[in-house]
Structures are given as C-alpha cells and as structure tokens.
C-alpha cells in the first residue's frame, strides 16, 4: 500500500512549456484533489474530483487542468507554464469528500518556472 | 467564505517547554476543525481532528478542543521535542453537499532546541 504517490518530485520549466504533474493513489479513494503551496499563503484547493469522470475548480483553478479516467490517477496538466505557477503542489485524496474523513497528501512536487 | 486564521510564525522553543498555537475560524454552519503537520521536505499528515464542539483531538501528546463559543482550535502541547519540529497548519471542512474544499490556515513554523 503506497498510499498517495507524485511524480516528478522536482521539474524546472521555461515560460509557455507545458507539462504534467502524476497523482496516483491505490487506496481506492473516491475523492482526490490538487492544491499549490506558497510561502505565507498556506494551501490552496486547484481543482477536484469525486469519481471517475468527474471533475471541478477549486479557488484558483487558472492555468491548469485535470482528467479523472480511473480511480487512481489524477494528472495535473500545466498548459503553458509561468513565473506565477513557481510552488509546491501536493495531490491529496479521502475515502469520501465530506468533512468525516481524513484527507492523504503526497510528498510534493516542487515547481519551478523560469 | 470560510477562512482560518491561525498565529504567525516562526516559533522557537526549548525541549521540554508548553506549545500552544492558536487557531480562529470563521465558517457558516458546523465544521469540522483539523490540525496537520508537515515535516521538513514531506507532505501533510493528519494530526488530529474534531467534529462537533467540545470535542477533545489527540495525537502523539498534541491535544486541541473545539471551542464553538470562541470559534477556536488551539493547539497544545505539554512538552515539545526537537522531533516536533514542523510546520504546522490548521484547517476546517464545512458540512453539506458540494463543500469539498479543506481551507487552510496560513502555517505555524515551530523549531525547537535542545
């Protein structure tokens, strides 16, 4: 069981490149979600999803999009990457969304956009 | 909306000192209340949580009680370790359909020293 996995760890990009970051998780959770982690800023939500082909924006949705085509993966496409989108992003996934159950992160992919 | 406000860092204590950090919300309805903590270079791990008010959550010697009065979740500790080094974040989830968003306070950086 490995629980909630991320690739790559680190990336640098240049400006308009595109890429995409991989979440996958093997604990059959329903539930996984996207967030960006800035200095003094805390976590916030990109975008979710609550099944298999189905998915939603979150706070700070622009920039960036996501597909849910099985249970497991969850992939974060950068469309043309910029300075702004320098962050930690983290994929967390629950059993269920709602406020019972606890959320799984990653360990991170660190971006950096030059 | 929501948010969560919760004290700023850095926080510098010696072993064996009193850890509390605070934490306010702001939330229509019910949430329920989360501390994670994230290690250097890790992800965020739960903590502890709490679902309706005047309950207790504890983990690994950390205790916070959900104060609906005082719309609180202060986190505490009796005596911190320099294994309890992290950053430490306190979040809420609103109950109801369509609230899947953790929203998360800014982080609380806590060093200790021998």
């Known amino acids: 069981n490995a629980g909630v996995t991320q690739t790559p760890k680190f990336q640098v990009l240049k400006t308009g490149q595109s890429m995409t970051l991989q979440c996958a998780q093997d604990m059959n959770h329903e539930y996984m979600s996207w967030y960006r982690q800035d200095p003094g800023m805390g976590l916030r939500l990109i975008h979710y999803?609550?099944?298999?082909?189905?998915?939603d924006q979150g706070e700070v949705p622009n920039g960036y999009n996501v597909s849910r085509s099985t249970t497991e993966d969850f992939p974060l496409r950068l469309l043309s990457a910029a300075p702004s989108q320098t962050s930690v992003y983290f994929c967390?996934?629950?059993?269920?969304?709602?406020?019972?159950?606890?959320?799984?992160f990653g360990p991170g992919t660190r971006l950096t956009v030059t | 909306g929501d948010s969560v406000t919760q004290m700023e860092g850095p926080v510098t204590l010696s072993e064996e000192a009193f850890l509390t950090i605070n934490c306010t919300y702001t939330a229509t309805g019910y949430p329920s209340l989360f501390w994670y903590v994230q290690y250097p270079g890790e992800g965020l791990q739960l903590l502890l949580k709490?679902?309706?008010?005047?309950d207790k959550g504890s983990n690994k010697g950390f205790e916070a009680t959900y104060r609906k009065e005082t719309t609180s979740f202060h986190l505490e500790k009796g005596s911190v370790q320099v294994s309890d080094s992290a950053v430490y974040f306190c979040?809420?989830?609103?109950?109801?359909?369509?609230?899947?968003?953790?929203?998360f306070g800014k982080g609380t950086k806590l060093s200790v020293i021998p």
């Open positions: 709490a679902t309706k008010a005047d």
């Open positions: 967390a996934s629950s059993y269920r969304p709602d406020r019972y159950y606890e959320q799984y």
């Open positions: 979040a809420l989830k609103t109950p109801g359909a369509g609230s899947y968003q953790l929203t």
């Open positions: 999803s609550v099944g298999a082909g189905i998915t």
